[in-house]
Structures are given as structure tokens and as C-alpha cells.
């Protein structure tokens, strides 16, 4: 009997920062990991170098940067900046908590939240748009590995959101079924269930819990 070996897709949410504490929209806004959120990397990266991952790709955003810094030491492995891997732009609603958005713009907020494909902030990007530039940088990604080799990513809640919604074939309008991933928590894809391009999903924000997910899908908690 022949053994099919698979490729894998671990997908990484950042650890945590200020800003998701406060609840705040963090989007392009360049905010560093706070002491927390370095200490949950570094026991992040434990658990992941154990999977052997054999290329690292981030978003070029600094607190990616500084949780794929951490997976990368303890895997010895290089890492590769790719800003298409970048969180939601959101316009207006960036620097501001959920119930400052919601004083201004409630009724677009609640429909942003429930999953319908506006842009952000009402001039940012769609989760569509997000996906398309996201799932180009997986791809990418894969390009450099073999069958039986894994992939790890290192991204934000909304973009991880809409990559595993794109890579396992769901419409948009169901992304928001999906749960979200916990600061340093990840969710692991493989080929096995692939068909017309789809993947499927093995492991769901694994990893921190039972910390609570901060981050634009959980309520009034925003990217």
C-alpha cells in the first residue's frame, strides 16, 4: 500500500499586545507584542518546533514579526517577510476600541462583524480583498516545500480567519462560522481533504487555550 504524504499549513496568529487588551481595531498599525504576548510566543514556539516545520513565512507587521522571531529560533529556521500577509486594513475604524466604532458606526460595524464583505472602516479592505492577497503569499509559501512538508504562517485573527475560510472552499458569507484563533494559538490545514481546492481543517486554535480570543470575530473584541 502506497503512503500518500501530505503537505500541512500551520497557521499562526500573533501574541498578544496592548491594543488587543484594549480592545482596539489594530489592523495596518504597527503595534509591538507586549510582555505577555512575548512569554506566550516563547511557549508557542516550544510546542511548534516539535512539528518539525520546514519553512516560515510572516506578515511584516512587528508583532508578527516578533512571534515568527521566536518560532524561528527554536526551529532554526530562516524567516521569509511577505506583507500580503498583513491584517484587514481598516481605514477609520484603526486606533479605536469596539464601542468607539460602534458610537459612529454601528449599523456598519454589526453587519462588518456578522461577516458581510465591506470594506473595513468604510474606505479599508474587504475580507474577500484580504483573502485574495493572503492566500497568494500561501501559496507562494507551498511553492518551496515538498509532499510530507509543512508550512507555517505567521499572521493576524481576520487574515487567518479568511485564509482557512478560502483554503477549506467556504463562501464568505460563512467565514464567520469559523471560531477565532487566541493570541500565539494556531490552526493546522492539510491536503487530504483537498478537492476542487479546498483543504481540510485538522486542529483549531490550538495551543493557548483556554486563553479568551481578542479579536474582531468574539463580540465587541476587534483586530
Known amino acids: 500500500r502506497r503512503i500518500i504524504k501530505m503537505r500541512k499549513i500551520i497557521i499562526v496568529r500573533h501574541g498578544q499586545t ?11 498599525t504597527d503595534i509591538p507584542l507586549n510582555d505577555v504576548g512575548q512569554a506566550q ?7 511548534l518546533a516539535s512539528l518539525r516545520p520546514h519553512r516560515l513565512v ?23 517577510i511577505d506583507p500580503d500577509l498583513r491584517e ?11 464601542l468607539e466604532i460602534r458610537k459612529d458606526n454601528d449599523a ?3 453587519a462588518w462583524l456578522g461577516g458581510e464583505d465591506i470594506p ?15 492566500i497568494s503569499a500561501i501559496y507562494r509559501g507551498l511553492s518551496e516545500i515538498e509532499a510530507g512538508q509543512s508550512l507555517v504562517i505567521v499572521t493576524h485573527g481576520g487574515a487567518a480567519r479568511s485564509v482557512i475560510g478560502t483554503l477549506m ?14 493570541n500565539a494559538s494556531w490552526s493546522i490545514l492539510d491536503e487530504s481533504g483537498k478537492s476542487n481546492g479546498s483543504w481540510r481543517l485538522i486542529e483549531h486554535n490550538s495551543g493557548t487555550l483556554p486563553d479568551p480570543i481578542l479579536d474582531q470575530e468574539s463580540g465587541d473584541s476587534i483586530v
Open 58 to 80: 510572516t506578515s511584516d507587521l512587528l508583532r508578527t514579526r516578533q512571534t515568527a522571531a521566536a518560532i524561528a529560533k527554536r526551529c532554526g529556521l530562516p524567516v521569509t
Open 41 to 47: 510566543v516563547e511557549k508557542s514556539a516550544l510546542i
Open 18 to 28: 496592548d491594543w488587543n487588551v484594549e480592545n482596539r481595531f489594530q489592523g495596518h
Open 88 to 98: 484587514t486594513y481598516g481605514a477609520d475604524w484603526e486606533g479605536k476600541t469596539g
Open 120 to 134: 473595513a472602516g468604510g474606505s479599508g479592505e474587504r475580507r474577500s480583498e484580504v483573502a485574495t492577497r493572503a
Open 108 to 110: 456598519e460595524f454589526t
Open 169 to 182: 472552499g467556504l463562501p464568505v458569507s460563512e467565514w464567520a462560522s469559523l471560531g477565532g484563533l487566541a
